[in-house]
Nanobody, 129 residues
Framework: QVQVAESGGGSVQAGGSLTLSCTAD????????MGWFRQAPGKEREGLAV????????FYADSVKGRFTITRDDAKNMIYLQMTNLKPEDTAMYYC??????????????????????WGQGTQVTVSS
């Protein structure tokens, strides 16, 4: 199991920006990607973005494409989620995930991360109108 930990959440007004960070405690051959999810009260957990550990490929959900950017610092074994033009509907608990051996690019990467069950505790993002 890979342990991950998120940070960087907070409260912002609509139109504002935040950057979330996630660190993984180790590298493993059983995982070559990490990603971000969120869950709002009463809603299912939603995949947002996934990036390969070598940074070569990334995939975004339509709901955040063009506003959110996932990046990776391989030396630090960390990923980031830069969020811009935030909207009240972006309010949620944001989770980092790691795990699985990915190939290709597409929504299947979210299922891969969910199956690995390597979740952090989450960091809250609240966007006010």
């Amino acid at each position: 199991q890979v342990q991950v930990a998120e940070s960087g959440g907070g409260s912002v007004q609509a139109g504002g920006s935040l950057t979330l960070s996630c660190t993984a405690d180790r590298r493993t051959r059983s995982s070559n990607c990490m990603g971000w999810f969120r869950q709002a009260p009463g809603k299912e957990r939603e995949g947002l973005a996934v990036i390969y550990n070598d940074g070569s490929k990334a995939f975004y959900a339509d709901s955040v494409k063009g506003r959110f950017t996932i990046t990776r610092d391989d030396a630090k074994n960390m990923i980031y989620l830069q969020m811009t033009n935030l909207k009240p509907e972006d309010t949620a608990m944001y989770y980092c995930a790691a795990g699985g051996v990915a190939s290709g690019v597409g929504p299947h990467l979210f299922r891969l991360l969910v199956a690995a069950q390597n979740w952090g505790q989450g960091t809250q993002v609240t966007v006010s109108s």
